[in-house]
């Protein structure tokens, strides 16, 4: 039984999410005492947090970063602030999902499910790329990569290259799997397309100021190398 923990103090919206969850089979640890949330937090241990923004005595976003400091637990903001802002710097303190208030349960309990399913369940075995290692984020909702609030938008291919350059960090991905990732049938694909796109890849990662991130391994392939935006290696 997996362990939620709720951090909201809207108790009608608390309670909801709690009877809902329980009903599913999830254990829930609500927090009602907001000078405890730390304590309550490392007592428990749990394996997902459901986080609101307004809080007493502090917000969500303090919450992301205490959290992410102790664990790499999975956290979904819910909040009613639906400003652009606002959801970019949950992502970039460590959030894994954002949801837009009036909640919506069945979206809840769908985004719940494919998280416990991609860090505890079946598509557990290969880590996706490392949000706590690397200051850029790539978000997968409208295919961009942000850092500090500034943000890139990403073609469709342009994100699917940089995502399995990042999953790969550090160690060289072939042509032919870049090609092979991007186009479902490679022989029909004229080869200076993938280049094209990892230059375009390259031009925005420079213009949010990380300089030489992707190299050429000259008639291999390509490495997205971490220690030239802060990575750390492996």
């Known amino acids: 039984m997996f362990k939620i923990m709720i951090v909201e103090d809207d108790i009608k919206i608390r309670t909801l999410m709690t009877d809902i969850l329980r009903k599913y089979s999830y254990e829930v640890v609500e927090v009602a005492d907001f000078l405890q949330v730390e304590k309550i937090f490392e007592q428990e241990a749990p394996q997902l947090v459901l986080l609101d923004l307004n ?16 664990t790499t637990v999975p956290i979904i903001v819910i909040s009613a602030r639906d400003e652009e802002s606002s959801q970019v710097l949950s992502m ?9 208030k009036p909640l919506n349960i069945q979206v809840l309990l769908a985004k719940i499910m ?20 690397l200051p850029i984020h790539l ?21 699917k290259l940089l995502k399995k350059l990042m999953e ?3 160690t060289i991905v ?23 796109n990892v230059t375009r890849v390259k031009s925005k990662l420079a213009s949010l100021g990380f300089q030489d991130v992707i190299k050429v391994k000259r008639g291999v392939g390509y490495i997205f190398d971490s220690a030239m935006i802060g990575g750390t290696r492996q």
């Not at 494919?114 to 290692?133: C, F, H, L, V």
Request: overall charge negative.
């Open 55 to 70: 809080l007493p005595y502090y917000d969500g976003f303090y919450y992301c970063r205490v959290f992410r400091r102790k």
């Open 114 to 133: 494919a998280i416990m399913r991609r860090n505890y369940g079946e598509y557990a075995g290969k880590p996706e790329p490392e949000k706590e290692q």
């Open 139 to 159: 978000d997968d909702r409208n295919f961009s990569i942000s850092c500090k609030g500034a943000v890139e938008e990403l073609s469709k291919n342009e994100y």
């Open 174 to 196: 072939t042509r032919e799997e870049l090609l092979g990732e991007l186009w479902d049938d490679v022989h029909f694909v004229v080869d200076n397309t993938l280049t094209v």
């Open 168 to 170: 790969n960090k550090d």
């Open 92 to 100: 970039e303190l460590g959030a894994d999902d954002y949801i837009v």
